[in-house]
């Protein structure tokens, strides 16, 4: 008698459960009102006919790291941080193909339910077509105006074939990984640097400004996916999560390489093969910063994946991070 008070007690009432669902709803409904009032024009609001100014940084040192390169050329830092600035838009590019089409398909969850999170998902997609011809767009500027030889090695869709293989618990970890580190970069190192290219500097203003509303809908539908699931799926979702985060390093690997690489033959000198080889292991240790670490350390992440997980889930992820995260320690 006792077992079956208590647990009626824990039991959430129907009125609960309605309220519930409707702080939810309510939460999908304030990702539409932001989202429309900031909604912007890729012609009108963000490029405005500017070119890139190459005589500027793109991307933070916070982010870049060029500064810890103290024999670089102050010409041959601005350029690698072009480069990373250039790639920061790419890998944006490469991954919304992969974010976009998991966005349409968890809309079709809600097609015949919560109309209102259907809106909210339909308008993120549509922002994620919207950003990948941005950063298109970008790419041919960039072209345009530095010197020949970069190459942006990842294909948008063998990288979407390949993540959407996984669990959906899985990738709408990764995808609030990646659309938080989106907002933390902008406010901790692109907003307050006053010397970056303004053209690139605007573009990931914008950029964070929709990106805001994502990482809202990716929390929630993680959380959804997360309660839909049984302990075992949960349990091949977080080895799901740990092989992601291998085949994104795996992307970064090349594409370090690759950049460090163009930046060493278009550099203003030669520099000895010591101080190519110091370029080429800081460009991956910041891009394992960018793309990985910066955002499995943003408190929120921590705090959403620690609900869902279980302690020993939790210390297998740190396992598997742990050595990506010292070689950006140094
Ligand atoms: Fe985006
Ligand atoms: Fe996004």
Redesign the pocket.
């Known amino acids: 008698m006792q077992s079956i008070q208590s647990s009626a007690a824990q039991a959430p009432s129907h009125s609960a459960l309605q309220s519930a669902a409707l702080a939810t709803t309510q939460r999908y409904a304030r990702t539409i009102e932001t989202s429309k009032r900031i909604r912007w024009d890729i012609d009108g609001d963000v490029i405005r006919g500017r070119r890139f100014d190459l005589s500027r940084k793109f991307l933070p040192d916070g982010l870049s790291r060029v500064d810890e390169l103290g024999f670089l050329a102050p010409a041959d830092q601005r350029l690698l941080s072009q480069v990373q600035g250039r790639t920061y838009a790419n890998i944006f590019g490469l991954v ?1 193909r992969y ?1 976009g089409v998991k966005t349409l398909e968890l809309g079709q969850d809600h097609a015949f339910g919560d109309q209102v999170a259907l809106e909210a998902l339909v308008r ?1 997609a549509d ?2 077509l919207k ?1 990948q011809e941005l950063f298109r767009r970008l790419e041919a500027m960039a072209a345009e105006g530095m010197p020949t030889g970069y190459a942006f090695k990842p294909d948008p869709n063998d990288v979407a074939a390949a993540v959407l293989g996984k669990s959906t618990w899985a990738v709408l970890g990764l995808t609030l990984d990646i ?1 938080l580190f ?1 907002q933390a970069h902008y406010r901790s190192s692109i907003e307050s640097d006053a010397d970056l290219c303004p053209l690139w500097k605007d573009v990931f203003r914008f950029h964070w400004m ?2 805001s509303q ?1 990482a809202v809908l990716d929390e929630l539908e993680w959380r959804r996916e997360d309660a839909r699931i049984s302990a075992a799926e949960r349990e091949q979702g977080v080895s799901d999560l740990i092989d992601l985060v291998g085949a994104v390093d795996a992307i970064l690997q090349m594409q370090a390489r690759a950049d460090a690489e163009y930046v060493m033959q278009v550099a203003s000198h030669r520099y000895a093969p010591s101080e190519q080889a110091a370029v080429a292991d800081l460009v991956l240790r910041a891009y394992r910063f960018q793309y990985i670490v910066s955002g499995v350390q943003e408190p929120r992440f921590g705090e959403v994946l620690g609900e869902l997980v279980t302690p020993a889930q939790m210390e297998r992820i740190g396992r598997a991070l742990a050595p990506i995260v010292k070689h950006v320690q140094g």
């Open positions: 919304e974010i993120m922002e994620e950003h659309e989106t929709e990106e994502h």
